[in-house]
């Protein structure tokens, strides 16, 4: 225990008056770090956060690092990274199913419902090559053994539920301290590039290809256990290796329950695995024991305009959002409801959907990247009850025709979700200039739809023929997340006082859309909406 005389000791520093007048802020901070600075390089006995646990024995300080739990997932995360010697040499090695034979498997998968290359030949014929030429690449993937760095996963995965919770979040740290500085260079280049030089989109295509070659994080592990899953499914029930992956959905079933994404959109391939995505979502069906009445909440919109943040301040959430992560494909995270409000939202769970950012066209690699970033938009809109859209004020126009075409490609099935328009990073605007900016917002969404020949030929002639849209509590203007320059600025009080009221609205329109199906009838949604698209 600490003595009087230890607490109450004295530093031996020389004091100084720094807060002299005549200093402005910044000089006054200058002077703080130069103090700061000399102070630490005459201190040579420097100790870092992990060395003070040693020390905290003394003072009988309990460290949650040191139980056998955490001391054991600690031990299985560092089975996996240890072996991370680069990022691309690793997913080969340890993850080589969703390498390029699954990316070849996604074309022939989508390419067998929307049939672009069939030309003039027989349909059913070009079908059938298709299914051929799928069987050859399953058979490709069906050679690869189950590699060391996914059966260290597979087992920080089947342990205790403490232990697994523990597991996940030391693997997530340490693929985090792993990637970090290399992202996060390539990622400033990436938004800088982007700004200046729109057009320049073989530098851009080659940024982001890098950027995904570097980039490891958890849905790649949980994107090859469902790769060792489908592959598996397609060998007989006896098999090894059908036995070994028959745990994997309620695995990650229960990763969702405990607060963790799941990825359904492959962000790299541009497809769903549904084999995989339906044994997941059957089996949190199961767990919760068939109460999975759901209501959907999605967010589409600009890249790097602040979704996953969004999303995370509102309802508790862990979407990525790191300095170097740009969510890729489309994310889900469930939210149990309280059995008290049940009746009153009419659901037993709200499904929230975040998505990749959609690229002006300028700025897309190529029409199949800008066709994707529409699927992608269009399947989040179509599964969601309220959709909120975030505008990158700055790409503005080039989003809203990418979200109003999304809207469009619903017509058919006499969906019209509910919409709101978020303006994230938007000064304090006063009560008259927003009515002005609203109805700017407004007039401009009705021109586009006017001008534009996709919507003349689906006869739509106005906004409300694709979106419930109120003009009065659907148009949110967000200040900046931080108040002042980060890491040190706190989070913005205007910030989080909107962000709670969006989210009061947004539950307040949840109460009023009419009651939907249950996670069954969610999997069938995302099948036929997929396969629609």
Not at 3 to 32: C, F, G, H
Request: proline letters at 4%; hydrophobic letters at 35%; charged letters at 25%.
């Amino acid at each position: 225990h600490f003595t009087l005389k230890m607490v109450t000791m004295e530093p031996s520093l020389k004091i100084a008056d720094v807060s002299q007048t005549k200093k402005t802020d910044t000089e006054l901070l200058k002077v703080l770090k130069e103090s700061i600075s000399k102070l630490l390089e005459g201190r040579p006995n420097k100790m870092s956060v992990a060395n003070l646990a040693e020390g905290a024995h003394h003072c009988d300080i309990l460290i949650d690092e040191e139980s056998d739990n955490c001391q054991s997932a600690w031990n299985n995360a560092n089975n996996i990274t240890e072996r991370v010697k680069t990022t691309s040499e690793f997913k080969d090695k340890h993850l080589p199913s969703q390498g390029h034979i699954w990316k070849a498997l996604s074309w022939v998968e989508t390419e067998h419902w929307r049939l672009r290359k069939v030309g003039k030949g027989n349909t059913e014929n070009y079908r059938k090559s298709l299914q051929k030429k799928e069987k050859q690449l399953r058979g490709k993937q069906q050679i690869f053994e189950i590699p060391a760095g996914m059966v260290s996963f597979i087992h920080g995965m089947v342990t205790s539920e403490v232990q697994r919770y523990y597991f996940l979040k030391w693997l997530e740290i340490k693929l985090d301290n792993v990637c970090r500085h290399q992202l996060s260079a390539l990622q400033d280049q990436y938004q800088e590039l982007s700004q200046k030089s729109p057009k320049d989109t073989e530098k851009i295509a080659e940024l982001d290809k890098q950027i995904s070659v570097c980039s490891l994080r958890m849905e790649h592990f949980f994107r090859e256990c469902g790769q060792l899953y489908e592959c598996a499914s397609y060998l007989p029930e006896y098999t090894r290796q059908r036995k070994t992956t028959e745990q994997l959905p309620a695995l990650c079933a229960q990763m969702l329950l405990d607060g963790f994404p799941l990825e359904f959109v492959d962000g790299d391939a541009a497809n769903i695995p549904m084999k995989w995505t339906a044994a997941v979502l059957t089996e949190l069906h199961h767990i919760l024991h068939s109460k999975t009445k759901l209501k959907v909440i999605t967010v589409i919109g600009a890249e790097n305009s602040g979704k996953s943040t969004l999303l995370n301040t509102m309802f508790g959430l862990r979407f990525a959002v790191s300095k170097g992560t740009c969510t890729r494909g489309a994310f889900m995270q469930l939210i149990s409801i309280n059995s008290k409000v049940r009746k009153e939202l009419g659901c037993d769970c709200i499904l929230i959907i975040d998505t990749e950012g959609l690229k002006p066209h300028p700025m897309a690699q190529d029409d199949h990247s800008h066709e994707r970033d529409k699927e992608v938009a269009s399947l989040a809109v179509a599964l969601s009850d309220v959709a909120v859209v975030s505008v990158s004020n700055s790409r503005e126009e080039d989003i809203l025709e990418l979200v109003l075409h999304a809207f469009t490609r619903l017509k058919d099935v006499g969906k019209k979700p509910l919409c709101h328009f978020v303006h994230i990073n938007t000064p304090a605007v006063s009560a008259a200039e927003r009515k002005k900016r609203d109805k700017e917002l407004v007039e401009q969404l009705e021109e586009m739809i006017q001008n534009d020949d996709e919507m003349k030929k689906a006869n739509i002639a106005e906004l409300s023929d694709v979106m419930q849209f109120n003009i009065n509590n659907c148009n949110w203007y967000i200040p900046p997340v931080w108040h002042g320059v980060p890491p040190m600025a706190p989070v913005s009080v205007g910030y989080s006082e909107k962000a709670l009221a969006l989210k009061k609205q947004l539950i307040k329109d949840l109460k009023k859309c009419p009651k939907r199906g249950d996670m069954m009838d969610f999997i069938e949604w995302v099948d036929r909406f997929w396969k629609a698209l």
